[in-house]
T-cell receptor, first 113, second 113 residues
Framework: NAGVTQTPKFQVLKTGQSMTLQCAQD?????MYWYRQDPGMGLRLIYYSASEGTTDKGEVPNGYNVSRLNKREFSLRLESAAPSQTSVYFC????????????FGSGTQLSVL | AQSVSQHNHHVILSEAASLELGCNYS??????LFWYVQYPGQHLQLLLKYFSGDPLVKGIKGFEAEFIKSKFSFNLRKPSVQWSDTAEYFC???????????FGTGTRLTIIP
């Protein structure tokens, strides 16, 4: 049982390049999330998906797009990367009951030069 | 919109001292509340959660938190800290019935042996 799998673990981009962060969970969870973690700013929600086929903006959605391809997968796309998007990105999931804990992926460390 | 405030950014304590970390949220309706911990180099782990019932919630590793609705607070406590409690602590909230989970900025706790 792999849990939440994120790829890649590390990535360096140049300003203006695009990339997609992949996330998959094998726990049959309904809800999936993308957060970014920056020093002193905690975890900030980028986008979330309460169920397959739905996505909603979080606190900091600008510059990102997401796709809930199916129940397992939730990808995050940076269309034109900017240095301000340098961060550690975490994917997470939970069953969908509002009081259940999150299961986190191992994170993607992204640097935009 | 819901939000979470953690006013203590960095707390330094000696071993065996008592701990209280503040968490305040803003949301007019019913909420579910969580405390997560992130040890150096590790994922976030759930310490405890509140969704209904007894406002004093006990979690893992001797931590507890008290929900005070009138103060919109959910402070984390531990009577006697250990060096191994050195970590970053995050409070989180979601509105009842909503999958959007918002984290605070975190409190870095350093325990001096």
């Amino acid at each position: 049982n792999a849990g939440v799998t994120q790829t890649p673990k590390f990535q360096v981009l140049k300003t203006g390049q695009s990339m997609t962060l992949q996330c998959a969970q094998d726990m049959n969870h309904n809800s999936m999330y993308w957060y970014r973690q920056d020093p002193g700013m905690g975890l900030r929600l980028i986008y979330y998906s309460a169920s397959e086929g739905t996505t909603d903006k979080g606190e900091v959605p600008n510059g990102y797009n997401v796709s809930r391809l199916n129940k397992r997968e939730f990808s995050l796309r940076l269309e034109s990367a900017a240095p301000s998007q340098t961060s550690v990105y975490f994917c997470a999931s939970r069953p969908g009951q509002f009081n259940e804990k999150l299961f986190f992926g191992s994170g993607t460390q992204l640097s935009v030069l | 919109a819901q939000s979470v405030s953690q006013h203590n950014h960095h707390v330094i304590l000696s071993e065996a001292a008592s701990l209280e970390l503040g968490c305040n949220y803003s949301y007019g309706g019913t909420v579910n509340l969580f405390w997560y911990v992130q040890y150096p180099g590790q994922h976030l782990q759930l310490l405890l959660k509140y969704f209904s019932g007894d406002p004093l919630v006990k979690g893992i590793k001797g931590f507890e938190a008290e929900f005070i609705k009138s103060k919109f607070s959910f402070n984390l406590r531990k009577p006697s800290v250990q060096w191994s409690d050195t970590a970053e602590y995050f409070c989180a909230v979601n509105a009842r019935g909503n999958e959007k989970l918002t984290f605070g900025t975190g409190t870095r706790l350093t325990i001096i042996p």
